[in-house]
């Protein structure tokens, strides 16, 4: 079973808004079997809506439409199904009625008529009522001899939330009315290797996967690059036997770099790798800027193993803060690796953590030299038996190579917890 997501507004067109909807829509048809084929949005536009819509259904079986159900003028997406559906009519749905009244009535605000007219909807529509919006969802089924195959389409409010409130629902009516293939996935989430040499180094791994296994790279900054395995069609007990077979033999290729089975973080699973061995952690940032205990400090229950942090962009703070001799600074500047040991024992020595991590770096896109280059990091990790110490160079704009830097830093902490080196 094939899906198409439209969405509706000149808003999102011109950039005014960003459509989270369809990705969030997409992964709940994903997971039920039902495979998403497009993805469009089209303008506020009686005949481009119409138009889109068609070639929609003649395409997939199944159309979910979100946008242009307010209570103003431009939001015509009904009267456009009204007439797709050939409804010759309009209906007030006196369920939704009710429901704008209370929400309504909720707020202090005063019923007017166009909140009214949010509950007229066209004939041939099934409604799910809206909980915690005024727009309902409006559901049509359409017979093959109309768009040459058998088609449902469900058009829900703009709004992020709603349409997430609503989405169960949703789906339970299309698990009801489809037939749906299995579709199973797992994520094998990787750090430290980038996605072109990832590739080569799977090359054989790779071309040997069975033809149902489909492979996807999903690089990002901070994640590192997530390996995605998708199997069409097997049951839930088999893919998931397959796939197990195949994350065995790539952990002999790729191990080290492996950090979770799964969808996860690396500074989430550095948390739990903290928390699971009772231990603590400081960071001492430069270049990082404190990015570095942002993302740990974004995990809930970070308290349990996160200290805090020294954000030592000036030298002064590196100095008198955290103990960097003068000495040091002179002979081997800020972005060294005699700083970061430095650096790192400073803070974990102040703080008495278990561990602590130190950067330092030129995050661009000025500051470089002949002989350290934009994108220079330089990594110290520090724990209970002696300092570890790492370089890298990130070739981006200066907010990806701060958020590389972090990343890096992170996953290099990971390593030394896991070899026990430090």
Same mark, same amino acid.
């Given at each position: 079973i094939t899906a198409s997501i439209c969405t509706i507004g000149d808003e999102?067109?011109?950039?005014?808004?960003?459509?989270?909807?369809?990705?969030?829509?997409s992964k709940k048809l994903n997971l039920?079997?039902?495979?998403?084929?497009?993805?469009?949005?089209?303008?506020?536009?009686?005949?481009?809506?119409?138009?889109?819509?068609?070639?929609?259904? *003649?395409? /997939?079986? #199944? !159309?979910?439409?979100? +946008?242009?159900?307010?209570?103003?003028?431009?939001?015509?997406? $009904?009267?456009?199904?009204?007439?797709?559906?050939?409804?010759?009519?309009?209906?007030?749905?006196?369920?939704?009625?009710?429901?704008?009244?209370?929400?309504?009535?909720?707020r202090g605000i005063e019923m007017l008529e166009v909140n009214k007219l949010q509950a007229?909807?066209?004939? *041939?529509? /099934?409604? #799910? !009522?809206?909980?915690? +919006?005024?727009?309902?969802?409006?559901?049509?089924?359409?017979? $093959?001899?109309?768009f040459g195959r058998k088609n449902l389409l469900v058009s829900m409010p703009g709004v992020p939330f709603e349409t997430e409130h609503a989405l169960p629902e949703v789906i339970k009516y299309i698990q009801k009315d489809y037939k749906l293939d299995n579709i199973t996935h797992q994520t094998i989430s990787t750090f430290g290797i980038p996605e072109s040499l990832l590739s080569e180094y799977l090359k054989e791994w790779e071309n040997s996967l069975p033809k149902q296994i489909h492979l996807a790279y999903l690089p990002n900054p901070i994640l590192g690059v997530r390996l995605r395995l998708s199997i069409y069609g097997l049951s839930k007990q088999l893919a998931k036997k397959e796939i197990d077979?195949?994350?065995?033999?790539?952990?002999?290729?790729?191990?080290?770099?492996?950090?979770y089975i799964g969808e996860n973080t690396p500074h989430n699973v550095v948390g739990e790798m903290l928390v699971k061995n009772k231990a603590t952690l400081s960071t001492a940032e430069s270049c990082t800027g404190g990015f570095i205990a942002h993302l740990f400090t974004s995990i809930q229950g970070a308290s349990r193993f996160f200290y805090g942090s020294v954000v030592c962009y000036d030298n002064s703070i590196k100095k008198n803060i955290l103990g960097v001799k003068e000495k040091t600074l002179n002979k081997y500047g800020a972005v060294s690796k005699?700083?970061?040991?430095?650096?790192?024992?400073?803070?974990k020595k102040k703080m008495k953590t278990t561990y602590s991590i130190a950067t330092s770096g030129i995050a661009g896109p000025t500051g470089g030299t002949k002989d350290k280059k934009v994108g220079t990091l330089w990594i110290a990790v520090s724990g209970p038996n002696g300092v570890q110490t790492k370089t890298i160079n990130s070739n981006s704009t200066r907010n990806i190579n701060i958020e590389r830097f972090a990343a890096h830093a992170i996953d290099f902490l990971r390593k030394c917890i896991n070899n026990k080196s430090i």
């Open positions: 999102i067109l011109i950039g005014q808004i960003v459509d989270t909807n369809s990705a969030m829509i039920i079997g039902v495979k998403v084929e497009s993805m469009v949005t089209c303008s506020d536009n009686l005949v481009d809506i119409i138009t889109t819509l068609k070639r929609a259904l *003649k395409n /997939t079986d #199944i !159309v979910i439409v979100t +946008g242009g159900l307010g209570p103003t003028k431009d939001d015509i997406t $009904k009267v456009a199904l009204g007439k797709l559906s050939k409804s010759k009519s309009f209906v007030t749905n006196q369920r939704q009625l009710k429901k704008i009244k209370e929400l309504l009535s909720s007229s909807v066209p004939e *041939k529509s /099934t409604v #799910i !009522v809206n909980e915690v +919006g005024t727009a309902p969802i409006m559901m049509f089924k359409f017979k $093959k001899e109309e077979k195949q994350i065995v033999s790539l952990k002999k290729i790729i191990g080290e770099h492996i950090y005699e700083c970061v040991i430095e650096m790192a024992q400073g803070v």
